[in-house]
């Protein structure tokens, strides 16, 4: 049986691509005790359980996250996640009497990327088991896999291929990552330059000029969604998670312009493991900037990690003067 993390988050994968499919669904599974809170914005949003990690509402602790392709239909991905770990005797306790009866706590969020492949191919709950059982512990030295993989195995991005990205920092002692699904209605690419705008640090080349014409122009997709998760070790309570969370969307609406759209439901999630005091209020604030960083980057880490697929071809096939290699792992 494999095992549920001890101490840290664990990230896992299931996809499918080829004969009609091209999407998948991503699990982060939390340590005991792991605190959670959501911020969704937009016009299209499809959650589950985010009302759970509302500040007023009774449920501390959040047993994993799942994040899938599918629309409304690969929200059922979450139900073989609970099952996975509700055999692991992992949820909230029901009663005092028995501790094997619980019910896992499981919010989660979808992006829409139903045109990608044919009708009717969308995850459902055995993704989200296979994402369980694929599930390895992540950090700083230990990312991810990334680009067209899990959820974001069908995802676009102003008519560009999507993905999974990564990236992770450190504030003091304490640690501050951000896993995100890029699917969004608008661009994360410059028109005028064909830089990335999520490029904080102009980690990229500019691209060269003749193959400015390759960008391909927004289509007008009915719905996209992006997507993620802030990871830290800081010990915060719901409001706080919450309010990370809000704050993360800011680092969103860098890499992606417009973000938040009619059309866009972009849900973002924060889980705090616990295990370093955070302090006064200008560290908090200090994890906040962080926060921002870290989702803006993970944000340029989907595009640039990407690989075409689906018909839509990725920044670096696009753009390759960037200097831009794939995802390392």
């Excluded at 549920?4 to 299931?14: C, K, S, W, Y």
């Excluded at 890499?255 to 705090?272: E, S």
Aim: net charge negative.
């Amino acid at each position: 049986m494999t095992p549920l993390p001890a101490g840290r988050f664990a990230v896992g994968h299931h996809h499918r691509i080829g004969d009609g499919w091209l999407t998948g669904t991503t699990v982060v599974l939390c340590p005991p005790g792991t605190v959670g809170g959501a911020d969704q914005r937009g016009g299209a949003p499809g959650t589950r359980e985010t009302d759970l990690l509302d500040p007023r509402n009774l449920v501390d602790s959040v047993d994993a996250v799942v994040l899938s392709g599918g629309s409304a239909y690969g929200l059922e991905a979450a139900t073989g996640v609970v099952h996975w770990l509700a055999e692991r005797g992992r949820g909230w306790p029901v009663t005092r009497d028995d501790p094997s009866l619980v019910v896992p706590i499981v919010p989660g969020a979808v992006i829409f990327d139903l045109d990608r492949g044919r009708w009717g191919h969308r995850p459902d709950a055995e993704f989200g088991r296979l994402a369980c059982e694929a599930a390895r512990e992540v950090g700083q030295d230990t990312p991810p896999a990334r680009g067209t993989v899990g959820a974001g195995t069908g995802a676009s991005v102003g008519g560009l291929k999507g993905g999974v990205g990564w990236a992770t920092g450190r504030v003091a002692d304490v640690e501050v990552a951000a896993l995100a699904v890029v699917n969004g209605v608008g661009s994360a690419v410059d028109p005028l330059t064909g830089g990335l705008y999520a490029d904080l640090d102009h980690r990229y080349r500019t691209p060269a000029r003749d193959e400015l014409s390759r960008l391909p122009k927004r289509p007008h997709r009915p719905l996209n969604t992006t997507i993620g998760v802030v990871l830290t070790d800081a010990r915060l309570t719901k409001a706080q998670c919450q309010k990370v969370a809000g704050i993360a969307q800011d680092g969103l609406a860098r890499g992606v312009r417009p973000a938040h759209t009619m059309f866009d439901g972009d849900t973002v999630f924060t889980l705090a493991s616990g295990h370093v005091e955070v302090g006064e209020v200008w560290a908090f604030d200090r994890l906040l900037e962080a926060a921002a960083d870290m989702f803006a980057f993970a944000v340029r880490d989907a595009v640039v990690s990407a690989s075409s697929a689906g018909g839509l071809q990725c920044y670096r096939d696009l753009f390759p003067s960037a200097g831009i290699a794939g995802p390392s792992s």
